[in-house]
């Protein structure tokens, strides 16, 4: 079993930044890929940013530039530093988890807030 956790999220005024934490435990064999997704109310999810382990990072264009998505891979844990926040970055984010076998794993998710 793999679990997943995020944490992080928050209420803060647009401009204004967060950082959000994903934590991989449990049997893990090895973690390719660290992804974080969100979906806002009455929207689909999204994909955000994804990191591999070798660092190599893809970022959808509407964070580009604002989000930067990192790795500890000793940790099992990614990270996503979120700057210049905006009304619509408002959503419940998740993180999702994908080993070399293909197991994808999801967290529960931590909302963000951008309001004044």
């Known amino acids: 079993q793999v679990q997943v956790v995020e944490s992080g999220g928050g209420l803060v005024q647009p401009g204004g930044s967060l950082r959000l934490s994903c934590a991989a435990s449990?049997?893990?064999?090895?973690?390719?890929?660290m992804a974080w997704y969100r979906q806002a109310p009455g929207k689909e999810r999204e994909l955000v940013a994804q990191?591999?382990?070798?660092?190599?990072?893809n970022y959808a264009d509407f964070v580009k530039g604002r989000f930067t998505c990192s790795t500890d891979n000793a940790k099992n844990s990614a990270y996503l530093q979120m700057n210049s926040l905006k009304p619509e970055d408002t959503a419940m984010y998740y993180c999702?988890?994908?080993?070399?076998?293909?197991?994808?794993?999801w967290g529960e998710g931590t909302l963000v807030t951008v309001s004044s």
């Open positions: 449990g049997t893990i064999f090895a973690i390719n890929i």
């Open positions: 990191i591999d382990r070798g660092g190599n990072t």
């Open positions: 999702k988890v994908i080993t070399y076998g293909g197991v994808a794993r």
